[in-house]
């Protein structure tokens, strides 16, 4: 809700987010002759019906992709890699299946004896928490990064919801019979996410990783408050999770997460091992508090970078 509706004293939301929309556009156009050094090798995952990584690779409607950004403002690309699910997808029925896949790709790169990060967007950040959970995982990830990932489910099966609405008759039009079964897969009560969000593999996938970043979309309402995955029960220090709320980000389309100019900044800062003042951070243990996660809109202030 635009409270500066009822408050003149209230910035309005678009306003808001053209100013940090300015800002981070001003801070890659700086990187582009200070470059931005990558501190390790690190996998971009695709989402769900995305298993060619598009919205990671490729610009849209004018707007350019992380792909890009890293090609202009990093001075180390090659120690970026871009997963490509096309051959195996028909293969899976969820994430876990996903999870086994990512893995073989990370030995593959050779990566099992040094560190790296991973990114996820949307399902990815399942398929990333999958391959560090499950049949002897690789156990050297620093940064994990989910980007609207349904960590809690996909609420309401909307991903199908979103298909129907384009063509009301019927989801074939938009969807193979493969994706229609991964995306009923990320339903709350599939055996998948029962299975994921155990309190056990919930708090194993939290000690694999030295940092656990979720960015969420304000405007993504496939996900909404499901990118954020549940804290309750685990034990972890204040530093381990950072949330990041980017307001006005939509799950994908010209307003999606990955095409965000904000988010780039961030995931890219995170992946040179900048820190980010605006992090939410809560733990509970030395170091950190006992605070819930909560639902407040919070701005990504890159003002104090």
Known sequence: MNTSVNNPDVEPIEVKIKKQTDIALAK??????????????????????DESCG???????????????????????????????GVESP???????????????????????Q???????SMGGLDIRAALIFDEPVLNCINCI?????????????????????????????????QVVQAQNMYPSSG??????????????????????????????????SCFMDPAGLKFPKEKIQYFSAEGCEHVWTKGITLDIRVILTILYTLVDFDIPGMENQ??????NDVPVDDRQIFIDLTEY
């Open 28 to 49: 890659l156009n700086f990187h582009k002759l200070n470059n931005l050094h990558l501190a390790r090798p690190v996998i971009f995952v695709p989402g769900w019906a």
């Open 55 to 85: 919205w990671w690779q490729n610009p849209f409607q004018g707007i350019q992709c992380v792909k890009q950004w890293i090609q202009q403002v990093v001075d180390n690309p090659d120690l970026v890699e871009f997963v490509n699910f």
């Open 91 to 113: 293969q899976c029925e969820s994430f876990l299946n996903f999870g086994k896949i990512l893995k073989s790709r990370i030995l593959a790169l050779n990566l099992e004896n």
């Open 115 to 121: 560190s790296f990060d991973l990114v996820g967007h």
């Open 146 to 178: 989910t980007a609207d990932a349904p960590h809690q489910g996909d609420i309401g099966g909307k991903f199908l919801e979103l298909a129907q609405e384009r063509d009301p008759s019927k989801v074939a039009n938009y969807y193979t019979p493969y």
């Open 192 to 225: 998948p996410m029962q299975l994921i969000n155990s309190s056990e593999n919930r708090q194993l996938f939290l000690n694999r990783v030295s940092k656990f970043t979720q960015l969420k979309g304000t405007r993504d309402w496939m996900v909404g408050d």
């Open 283 to 288: 733990g509970n243990l030395p170091g950190g």
